[in-house]
């Protein structure tokens, strides 16, 4: 049964869909849309984490060893960038990788706890069985897994772009400085915890070594990408936190 608790993550979950919904409504539409739309699509997103984080970690404890447990904890990750997000200029795209993980949890929650305490369950597969969930339900179930790793390989390629924009925002003055830093430092961490990020940046690696490399373009952009390679690689090959839980909440 769900408790109070599960409720109020649920809540941040739909809290972030309904209000991103609206953000993103307006912004593909070229139209003006109150900041308050996205403070509130990332206050979801902190209710949700926040008992995510607090539930798997437990009381913080004053020491180091709870701190890199916590530190390795992708929710925690999440959670933190979540709260940098929250009190920094918006940039739209920050938005999309939330969104995506909290549809997949509202669509979970829906099949486990609502559909239940509304629509009748199927009939068991055999006689005195236990009773088999409705069909709409099933059907959900297996939408969200056909479509789960798919969805996770876009918000990692999604995390490369919004590296992009917060990078050339800065140039520009767009955004602080503090942005892009930030963001680099947790997407060297999703590098050694995430599959679907290590994909996607052998891919963007692949793509612009062949364009820099390619005959229309001049040698000395190839020289200066692989200069830059060189110097990511080994900035990326520092210590990071040994990961923990490999999902996000």
Request: proline share 7%.
């Amino acid at each position: 049964m769900a408790t109070t608790q599960h409720y109020l993550w649920a809540g941040g979950h739909f809290l972030l869909l309904l209000s991103g919904f609206r953000y993103f409504l307006a912004w593909i539409m070229f139209k003006s849309v109150s900041s308050w739309w996205y403070k509130a699509s990332f206050l979801g997103a902190l209710m949700s984490y926040f008992i995510v984080c607090q539930k798997a970690l437990g009381t913080p404890q004053p020491n180091m060893a709870y701190v890199r447990k916590a530190l390795a904890d992708e929710n925690v990750q999440y959670f933190l960038l979540a709260i940098f997000w929250w009190t920094s200029r918006p940039v739209t795209f920050a938005l999309f990788p939330y969104f995506v993980f909290s549809l997949f949890h509202a669509l979970t929650f829906t099949r486990t706890t609502l559909m239940p305490q509304f629509l009748p369950p199927g009939p068991p597969l055999a006689a005195g069985g236990p009773p088999q969930p409705h069909p709409l339900a099933k059907k959900l179930h297996l939408w969200v897994k056909a479509n789960y790793d798919t969805a996770m390989r876009v918000v990692a390629i999604t995390e490369l772009v919004i590296f992009a924009r917060v990078l050339l925002g800065a140039l520009v003055l767009r955004n602080s400085l503090m942005m892009p830093l930030v963001y680099a430092n947790f997407l060297h961490q999703r590098y050694f915890h995430s599959q679907f990020t290590r994909d996607a940046i052998t891919l963007a690696d692949k793509r612009i070594t062949d364009l820099s490399s390619h005959p229309s373009i001049p040698p000395v952009v190839g020289q200066v990408w692989m200069r830059v390679r060189e110097l990511i690689v080994r900035w990326g090959g520092s210590a990071v936190i040994e990961p923990a839980a490999a999902r996000r909440d």
